[in-house]
């Protein structure tokens, strides 16, 4: 009885392990024909609003809902630079309020009612590996704040600012953008850039910068969270102290 209960609070403690989502799959091993470019303004200062909405189903194998606590980029392969840095860049994430199919050019008509900014502040984006053919996702950007996403009420929206003063465009991320059509049904990207005024100037169907999320099961059997001290000592009296009552009790049967 002893031993169930120490299992018991080492199942209760019991980390889920984080996965990895790749929009879009078919690109996870393969380079996308295509690149985003941070443009520049003359060498000036620089700043962009997009919106990318992904599909539910995206997300729909791994149980519902999921943590997403972080998502990583990488390289194009005719980068030419490895690093970007930006005075401001903002990751916000939402249960969309719209979907693929009906998405607004109005963008704050996008935004669901559990949006959560995951990152924000002056951020340099960097690649230790450099270009590939496929690169790494090595150009990782951990949330501040995790965000729960339940793709059953609704499809995820990816909604980034960034500004900053950059000298030339050779900082290029992986982006399909040549061939799109095979995606227009779960994918569409929003580009608000001159001026920044909340409204998409271009609108592109099953766009998608490819991008590496990752991503954790949300299961009611166990927590991530760290084991109490005095869970701790019922695992230790479960699994030492009993086995040495039962050797005691056999010892003085047989004397």
Do not use: C
């Amino acid at each position: 009885m002893h031993v169930l209960l120490g299992l018991f609070f080492l199942g209760g403690v019991a980390t889920v392990r984080a996965q990895n989502v790749t929009i879009v799959p078919h690109y996870e091993s393969l380079e996308a024909p295509g690149y985003y470019h941070f443009d520049t303004v003359s060498g000036s200062a620089d700043a962009e609003h997009d919106q990318m909405m992904m599909d539910g189903s995206f997300f729909s194998g791994l149980g519902v809902p999921v943590i997403i606590d972080s998502i990583a980029f990488r390289l194009d392969q005719s980068a030419e630079i490895t690093s970007a840095s930006f005075t401001d860049f903002e990751i916000q994430l939402s249960t969309a309020a719209t979907s693929v199919s009906t998405m607004s050019t109005t963008l704050a008509d996008n935004v669901g009612s559990d949006v959560t900014t995951v990152h924000s502040g002056p951020t340099t984006l960097m690649s230790a590996g450099g270009a590939g053919s496929p690169s790494a996702f090595d150009i990782v950007v951990p949330f501040m704040t995790p965000f729960t996403y339940d793709p059953v009420a609704g499809d995820l929206l990816f909604d980034w600012q960034w500004a900053g003063s950059f000298g030339n465009k050779k900082f290029l991320l992986d982006t399909n953008y040549s061939n799109t059509s095979a995606y227009t049904s779960v994918l569409t990207y929003m580009e608000d850039s001159t001026p920044l005024d909340g409204f998409a100037e271009s609108v592109f169907p099953g766009l998608s910068v490819i991008v590496d999320f990752s991503v954790s099961p949300v299961t009611s059997g166990a927590s991530t969270a760290a084991p109490e001290p005095t869970a701790l000592l019922l695992v230790f009296l479960g699994l030492v102290l009993v086995p040495w009552r039962n050797f005691l009790r056999q010892r003085y049967a047989r004397d």
